[in-house]
């Protein structure tokens, strides 16, 4: 990578779907899963005794699931709220500029897949670092430096600021 100014440098707004939809997808897949231990076992103890001990165990595991699962579901909801709370937060204070890209970095992921970045300026003050995640903005990667490029920042903290290109799909919401 090449030098960059000595300047402080903030990560780009990225919205983080992955987590609450995997999130929700758990709780999804959990849900039978609960109802399948549950119910499983039951019948093949003969003593009301070792009865009672396996209905125990299984109602204390199918209760932990449980909370798990509402949890999960607790986490993909947060998530969504999050999101909507930023979408509107771009929508109603987005200033859109131009900003030169400064620098670039492939990170070597080792068994899965590299991580790209572009640092872009567009105020002498800081210099902002973008994760590439999609094939779109992986585009970016291979502009020169130099190139001029469309963001998108929040009106109140210039630090906070994403790729922005209305014709490439952006922004990720």
């Known amino acids: 990578m090449q030098s960059l100014p000595n300047l402080p440098i903030y990560d780009a707004y990225q919205t983080n779907k992955d987590s609450s939809l995997i999130a929700l997808i758990v709780a999804a897949v959990m849900t039978p ?3 399948g231990i549950s119910a499983s076992g039951l019948g093949t103890y003969q003593t009301a005794e070792s009865k009672w001990i396996v209905v125990l165990v299984y109602s204390i595991f199918t209760g932990f699931l449980v909370l798990l699962s509402a949890g999960l579901f607790r986490v993909y909801l947060r998530n969504k709220a999050k999101i909507q709370a930023e979408k509107q937060l771009f929508t109603s204070k ?7 890209i400064v620098g670039r ?14 640092y872009y300026q567009f105020r002498a003050d ?22 001029s490029i469309d963001i998108e920042y929040i009106s109140d903290n ?12 952006f922004p990720r919401f």
């Open 158 to 169: 210039p630090t906070q600021s994403r790729l922005y290109s209305n014709r490439s799909g």
């Open 33 to 35: 899963i609960i109802l």
């Open 126 to 147: 800081f210099i902002v670092k973008a994760e590439l995640v999609n094939k779109k903005e992986k585009s970016y990667y291979d502009l020169p430096i130099g190139s």
């Open 105 to 118: 970095v492939c990170e070597d992921g080792g068994e899965y897949a590299d991580s790209f970045y572009v």
């Open 94 to 100: 987005a200033v859109f500029t131009k900003a030169k």
